[in-house]
């Protein structure tokens, strides 16, 4: 009996915690810092429309990072090079999970639903 209840406890802690962060960010946008190919995930509907916020923490090479914004294993919807700070539309052409991603760099993202 007492094996059960450790279990229970056990896999119930991690679980909450997944699902508080998906809550968080995955259905409504982005907000973090995204370095060198690292991704962050969020899931959208056809139609939606979000702003993106770019605030540029360092660049590799040149003089900006690349920031995308895609469905996940499809082309970008938008793409574009920041020096420092900049904002940009994205529409959502398809339901399902997409992806931000920075590469040359770090940069702070932030992806709100308009």
Do not use: W, Y
Not at 1 to 21: K, N
Not at 94 to 109: C, I, K, L, R, W
């Amino acid at each position: 009996m007492h094996r059960r209840s450790l279990l229970g406890a056990t896999l119930a802690v991690p679980l909450a915690g997944c699902s508080a962060a998906g809550d968080l960010f995955g259905e409504d946008g982005v907000d973090e810092t995204l370095e060198d190919e690292h991704t962050a995930e969020f899931s959208a509907e056809e139609g939606e429309k979000f702003v993106a916020e770019i605030d540029v923490e360092r660049v590799e090479n040149g003089d900006a990072v690349s920031v995308q914004v895609a469905k996940i294993g499809e082309g970008p919807l938008e793409a574009r090079s920041v020096s420092d700070t900049g904002s940009f539309d994205v529409t959502i052409e398809e339901s399902g999970d997409h992806v931000v991603t920075v590469t040359n760099g770090a940069a702070h993202v932030t992806l709100e639903k308009r």
